[in-house]
């Protein structure tokens, strides 16, 4: 490093610290600057001797540079015990997720809808240790709080204080989602054209119902309450909105109020609304056109009259591409089933283009999907005393003559001799295996354009997987509803976070790999002011290089460390 002097075509000369490197890429030398000082003139009226002092300071700084690349002897001491209760080592891994949080700047919504609220404790603290611990080290609330030791942050809170924080969230839960909508428009320039929805549930330990706890269809067919998430995300994979109901609501029913949430507080224009075959219902459609928007949405064969099945087993019109796929569409008035105002049900008719596909290997896989179900079928018949409605869901479409007693659940004994296998319902249904409809709105666009606008769904379908099994957000063990709502708040800007990092890394990594890496980049301290690192891999090596931390070191200052984590909070 040394002191730079600049002349300005003012005549006035420019003092600055500036250092040299050289640029591989160029093949010449170049100069950075690290600290601009200011005119001479200036510093002349604050220093007698402005070169004399900065010269100066640049030598201290040579020196310490120097002294930082000079080998460290440490003395080891074989008898040396651990303190109890020490904690000596932490996690460095959530500078990445550190870097992105204050790139989003929810620090400064925090801190901004902060300064009128009467409380000792930092809300913006609170919230990184709830969204940082959810990514790298799942738990509750109590445990977190246990394991707060674990990051370089400031914690000066208590566990009361995080429960009573957990209200606060709840009160600016939908500001914050636009808060981040606005940035991530800015910053990854979000495309909202095309918008994916789809639904899932978490359940509860909890046994006790409530408004927002209910007992419904579980995804993972348990009894306990659950709560119903609808979940908005855009092209790329990163979440828009999200919004929570009552545990009894159909998935069906969710569409309306999150699309008017959407189109009222996102300002998003017209949007295309992809969803599975959950939400394709009249009402739905109905409303998404009515709203001026359209619609891409999965339809099922199976449930539909014999006029489409027959469409579609007709081999006339399709195109066969390569051995293994084939496809065609139509344009169709479907006529579909609306709930007027009233509550009287109307029928209305929608020009709308329904692409049909199949595939072998969707075939292969629903008839091997299907074999077990089968093989539980058949022992059914063969052993109906083991079986009861709960313990036979799946197998019990394919037995004849099944009925259960309404108010246990179990077989009719009168039942059980005159079971027999529903041969004509497999039939049916290997009939039409390997086969998919898309009904859409925008006809003008391709066959192939349309489907790939469908196969994008998997991506909503993915992030919902993450949270249930690498955010581990289920079981939910809060009970008042504000701060279940709040819960899920931070697990949203945690799937936000992990998505924005998949995004940027390209999606080289699925992000349970990438929170796996992160969680492992721990340090321990040895000596004095020196922590020594463990763990490093070409996954944090490639975030590292992505958002210019160094995670490859295995020594590092403590001064060092907080260093970055600083500059990681300049976003």
Request: glycine letters at 6%; one cysteine or more.
């Amino acid at each position: 490093m040394y002191l730079k002097k600049s002349k300005r075509s003012s005549g006035r000369i420019y003092l600055s610290i500036a250092d040299g490197y050289r640029d591989k890429e160029r093949g010449h030398s170049r100069t950075v600057t690290i600290k601009s000082l200011g005119y001479l003139d200036e510093l002349e009226k604050q220093y007698n001797d402005p070169i004399a002092h900065f010269e100066q300071e640049v030598r201290k700084m040579n020196e310490q540079k120097a002294a930082e690349k000079l080998p460290i002897t440490f003395t080891v001491n074989p008898n040396e015990r651990i303190v109890a209760d020490s904690n000596n080592r932490k996690n460095f891994g959530y500078a990445a997720l550190s870097k992105i949080y204050h790139e989003l700047e929810i620090n400064n919504f925090l801190i901004n809808r902060q300064r009128n609220l009467k409380s000792n404790y930092d809300t913006n603290s609170i919230m990184k240790l709830l969204v940082f611990s959810r990514l790298l080290f799942p738990a509750s609330k109590k445990k977190t709080f246990e394991n707060k030791g674990l990051f370089f942050e400031k914690t000066d809170f208590s566990l009361d204080d995080i429960y009573r924080c957990l209200s606060f969230f709840n009160k600016h839960k939908d500001s914050l989602q636009l808060w981040l909508h606005e940035r991530i428009k800015q910053q990854y320039n979000r495309d909202t054209e095309l918008v994916y929805y789809d639904v899932t549930n978490y359940y509860f330990e909890i046994d006790e119902q409530d408004e927002l706890r209910k007992k419904g269809v579980s995804k993972e067919h348990r009894p306990d309450p659950i709560v119903q998430m609808g979940l908005f995300m855009d092209t790329i994979g990163i979440p828009i909105t999200y919004k929570l109901f009552s545990g009894n609501t159909v998935d069906k029913s969710t569409l309306i109020p999150m699309l008017s949430k959407i189109q009222h507080d996102y300002s998003l224009g017209r949007i295309i609304v992809v969803a599975d075959k959950g939400i394709t219902t009249g009402d739905n459609i109905w409303y998404t056109l009515s709203a001026k928007n359209g619609y891409v949405l999965s339809y099922s064969i199976r449930g539909a009259e014999q006029k489409f099945k027959k469409y579609v087993l007709d081999e006339a019109g399709y195109t066969w591409k390569g051995d293994e796929y084939k496809l065609k569409s139509r344009l169709y008035p479907r006529e579909i089933t609306v709930t007027a105002t009233s509550g009287r049900k109307i029928k209305k008719k929608v020009d709308e283009k329904q692409v049909i596909f199949y595939s072998k290997k969707y075939a292969a896989k629903a008839k091997a999907d299907r074999a077990a179900v089968l093989a539980k079928a058949k022992d059914l018949i063969n052993n109906p005393g083991k079986y009861n409605k709960s313990t036979s869901y799946g197998a019990a479409k394919y037995v004849k003559n099944l009925v259960f007693d309404p108010e246990t659940g179990e077989i009719l004994e009168k039942t059980k001799q005159s079971l027999i296998f529903d041969e004509e319902k497999l039939r049916q249904e290997e009939e039409l295996d390997g086969y998919y409809a898309i009904v859409t709105s925008e006809w003008r666009e391709s066959d192939e354009r349309i489907i790939e606008m469908y196969r994008g769904l998997w991506k909503i379908e993915e992030s919902f997987k993450v949270t249930k099994s690498d955010f581990e957000t289920r079981p939910v063990y809060l009970s008042r509803q504000e701060h279940i709502e709040a819960h899920f708040l931070t697990c949203f800007v945690a799937l936000v976070i992990s998505r924005i990092l998949e995004y940027r890394l390209g999606g080289k990594y699925y992000v349970g790999k990438m929170l796996e890496s992160l969680s492992r980049a721990c340090c321990t301290h040895i000596q004095e002011n020196f922590n020594i690192f463990d763990y490093f891999d070409e996954v944090l090596s490639d975030i590292g290089k992505e958002l210019g931390i160094d995670f490859g070191k295995k020594y590092m200052r403590l001064g060092e460390i907080k260093k970055i984590l600083g500059e990681v909070k300049k976003g």
